[in-house]
């Protein structure tokens, strides 16, 4: 079994950071792509950021330049550093990992998500 437990989320003012983490822990072989995706209520979840394997990186274009995404493969810890934060960046924000559980065996894992909140 593995578990993605998401922590850093919060009330924010515009213009102000915040740094999200999301740490994979359980049953873990090897750890593929990692991401953050957002969901407004009566919106579709939507890709934020993503890394692989090898720390190659793409963007939304509405956070590029203001939002950075990293992963420490010692801690099995993905993270975002929220830079310039606007009231549209709102949400509930995801992680979500490829994981092998063995050399044969991977699936798709979500976290259980946190709230980000940008006052104007």
């Known amino acids: 079994q593995v578990q993605l437990v998401e922590s850093g989320g919060g009330l924010v003012q515009a213009g102000g950071s915040l740094r999200l983490s999301c740490s994979a822990s359980?049953?873990?072989?090897?750890?593929?792509?990692m991401g953050w995706y957002r969901q407004v209520p009566g919106k579709q979840r939507e890709l934020v950021a993503a890394?692989?394997?090898?720390?190659?990186?793409n963007y939304a274009y509405s956070v590029t330049g203001r939002f950075t995404i990293s992963r420490d493969n010692a801690k099995n810890t993905v993270y975002l550093q929220m830079n310039v934060l606007e009231p549209e960046d709102t949400a509930a924000y995801f992680c979500?990992?490829?994981?092998?559980?063995?050399?044969?065996?991977?699936?798709?894992?979500w976290g259980q998500g946190t709230q980000v909140t940008v006052s104007s």
């Open positions: 979500n990992a490829r994981i092998l559980s063995t050399l044969y065996t991977s699936r798709n894992y």
């Open positions: 359980g049953s873990i072989f090897r750890i593929n792509a």
């Open positions: 890394i692989s394997s090898d720390s190659s990186t």
